[in-house]
Nanobody
Framework: QVQLAESGGRLVQAGDSLKLSCTDS????????MGWFRQAPGKERDVVAA????????WYADSVKGRFTISRDKAKNTLYLQMNNLQPEDTATYYC????????????????WGQGTPVTVSS
């Protein structure tokens, strides 16, 4: 069973950088892909970035291209999101998730979710 937990979110100023981590504490569970999502109050949960576990395919939302980088360490069962040049529009709770079937750039493809870590970017 996949058990995900995010960490790293905090209050920052515009232009700052953060690195989020997501660790699977459930052991070496199999998954085909993982992703990062974010949800601001009153808005839908959106895909930010996604990666196949092999690392051969990566997808980014247009709003974060060139600023965010998704990566994974298979040996540590850990997913990362490096966020640079953060802007107030990036303020949201960030979730990591894992899936085994479906389209990895779509919300419906994911089965397991972390609890979320909040990121607030001041203007």
């Amino acid at each position: 069973q996949v058990q995900l937990a995010e960490s790293g979110g905090r209050l920052v100023q515009a232009g700052d950088s953060l690195k989020l981590s997501c660790t699977d504490s459930g052991g070496t569970s199999i998954r085909y892909f993982m992703g990062w999502f974010r949800q601001a109050p009153g808005k839908e949960r959106d895909v930010v970035a996604a990666i196949t576990w092999t690392g051969t395919n990566i997808w980014y939302a247009d709003s974060v291209k060139g600023r965010f980088t998704i990566s994974r360490d298979k040996a540590k069962n850990t997913l990362y999101l490096q966020m640079n040049n953060l802007q107030p529009e990036d303020t949201a709770t960030y979730y990591c998730a894992a899936g085994v079937a479906g389209v990895f750039s779509q919300l419906s493809g994911y089965s397991w979710w972390g609890q979320g870590t909040p990121v607030t970017v001041s203007s």
